[in-house]
């Protein structure tokens, strides 16, 4: 019977090495991940659109406001936020004056209710240049910049958009 006792107890340390393996593997895929995204986001990078104040943040009206408001000057300035590709340029019944910009890290973002737009579709764009200006086109209300950020392809049912307090931390109205 100790025979058996001893191949219940080495069966019993092989399982538990088993475990103990998988979980450090999964713990690594989790830190990992933690690590990539944060470095994406990095706030050096990441330049903030427009000057002005938060006038309406994300996931306001029931949910359905999928950026933030920065309101501003009429015809005052709206950069790019990261380095990309201009994929869309247009006037839009909802957005007015739109610009999109794809950037090489995969994230997408939009920028809404221009008075004009200086970037074509096509163009490729730096960090902190110019695209266009603030205005009230579209379905606005007053003079902002709507802002949003997509993880990937922009679509009409914002199922890529995140809330920007990821990348820039806490935004606070007013």
Do not use: C
């Not at 690590?35 to 986001?41: D, I, R, Y």
């Not at 920065?70 to 380095?83: C, Q």
């Not at 994929?87 to 950037?103: A, L, R, T």
């Amino acid at each position: 019977r100790q025979v058996r006792g001893e191949g219940a107890m080495k069966d019993y340390i092989k399982r538990l090495l088993i475990v103990a393996l998988m979980a450090f593997f999964i713990s690594l895929l989790f830190l990992g991940g933690t690590t990539n995204a944060a470095s994406e986001f990095d706030r050096d990078v990441w330049l903030w659109p427009a000057d002005g104040v938060i006038s309406d943040e994300f996931g306001t009206r029931n949910g359905r406001h999928y950026g933030i408001d920065i309101a501003g000057e009429w015809n005052s300035n709206v950069y790019s936020v990261y380095e990309g590709r201009v994929i869309k340029s247009y006037y839009s019944y909802s957005y007015g004056n739109v610009v999109m910009i794809e950037h090489p890290n995969g994230y997408e973002t939009v920028y809404a209710h221009l008075h004009k737009r200086l970037k074509n579709i096509g163009e490729s764009v730096k960090s902190g240049e110019l695209i266009g200006t603030m205005g009230t086109t579209g379905g606005s209300s007053g003079v902002h910049l709507h802002f949003e950020v997509h993880s990937s392809d922009w679509n009409f049912e914002k199922s890529n958009v995140f809330n920007p307090e990821v990348i820039y931390g806490a935004i606070q109205i007013g």
